[in-house]
């Protein structure tokens, strides 16, 4: 936390925010231990209901939700929530100064395995000039965002205008050693990390790119968008989750994407941002603009170094040909 008083000193900033990040790290703790014993305490299988986005609710999933409302409630800093765990925004503490938009547990297919997932969030403030509308933010209004990988200990957080920074947890189970992140300008070590799975699905101009690029650079896929993205920041490259618009089934087609814009995309993109990238939808546009209309709005997301994003934009523009 040193760190981040130093911050607020040095920005003239209030105590809140720093009350604010000890109860998001105090719940990533709390989900690194339950996601270690996980297995132990029988808390990796199914919990029997489905989420909002019509997905299979792992027990790890309610775990991380429930510790992670009691940390921001118990910090009345919050006014309210939005996470994808929950279909209803979160009310916390009307009287409170952030808007919080997380995802628990990312990366549920990993669940079973015990293998990396992620907590991610995004942190806004109210508005402190005049009325407060508790309209849904946009990337480029968020003052944090951040991820911890877990269980890895690894935790990567960035600061409107202050860049990214990465921390890992020391024996005490402290974050310490704040390191800053920059994407490598060195191309040698660059990845590309999608599910290739999918890759027939994408628009012919993205599958063009695909294939006129990818023998460039190495390809690492996770399965979970902070561990994916994680590797991104540290070797440079692009991590993307193109719209499926060539199903072989049109009803699998998403053309409005998979991932959600709010707690996934406009976290990856705005740490990417401050650590020197860039990142877009399906049509271009850089993800930190994108106004949401909904909680759980979903997105197209190419996330990472400046020159792979901008070339790949190109490759969006061309359209799709008609489907036969
Ligand atoms: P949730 O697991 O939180 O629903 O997140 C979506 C996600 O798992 C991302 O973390 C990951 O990048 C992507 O979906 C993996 O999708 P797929 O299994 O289709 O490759």
């Not at 008083?5 to 990533?28: C, G, N, P, Y």
Request: glycine share 8%.
């Amino acid at each position: 936390m040193g760190f981040l008083l130093t911050h607020q000193e040095k920005h003239h900033r209030t105590h809140h925010f720093l009350v604010l990040m000890d109860a998001l790290i105090s719940a990533a703790k709390h989900i690194e231990h339950f996601y270690l014993t996980g297995a132990l305490k029988g808390n990796i299988g199914l919990a029997g209901s489905v989420n909002v986005q019509g997905e299979d609710v792992f027990r790890m999933d309610q775990i991380a939700q429930e510790l992670t409302i009691h940390h921001l409630r118990a910090s009345r800093r919050v006014i309210y929530a939005i996470s994808e765990e929950s279909e209803e925004i979160v009310p916390i503490t009307p009287d409170g100064r952030y808007f919080v938009y997380f995802d628990p547990l990312d990366g549920s297919s990993n669940v079973p395995h015990g293998l990396p997932v992620g907590f991610m969030f995004g942190v806004a403030r109210k508005s402190l000039e005049g009325e407060e509308d508790n309209h849904l933010r946009a990337g480029k209004d968020y003052i944090a965002a951040g991820m911890f990988v877990i269980p890895t200990g690894t935790f990567t957080l960035a600061l409107k205008d202050a860049g990214a920074w990465r921390f890992h947890l020391d024996e005490t189970m402290e974050f310490v050693r704040p390191t800053r992140i920059l994407l490598p300008e060195n191309r040698k070590n660059w990845e590309l990390s999608f599910n290739s799975a999918n890759r027939r699905t994408y628009s012919k101009g993205v599958q063009n790119w695909i294939t006129n690029n990818e023998s460039n650079y190495a390809f690492r896929y996770i399965g979970a968008l902070a561990a994916d993205f994680h590797r991104t920041l540290s070797n440079g490259g692009m991590f993307m989750y193109p719209a499926i618009v060539n199903h072989p089934d049109p009803r699998k087609n998403r053309p409005e994407g998979k991932l959600r814009l709010m707690y996934e995309a406009a976290v990856v993109a705005f740490i990417c941002s401050e650590a020197g990238g860039g990142a877009v939808d399906e049509s271009g546009r850089p993800i930190l603009d994108v106004q949401p209309k909904g909680p759980h709005q979903r997105t197209a997301l190419y996330v990472g170094s400046k020159p792979l994003v901008e070339d790949v934009t190109q490759s969006l523009a061309i359209p799709n040909p008609p489907v036969q």
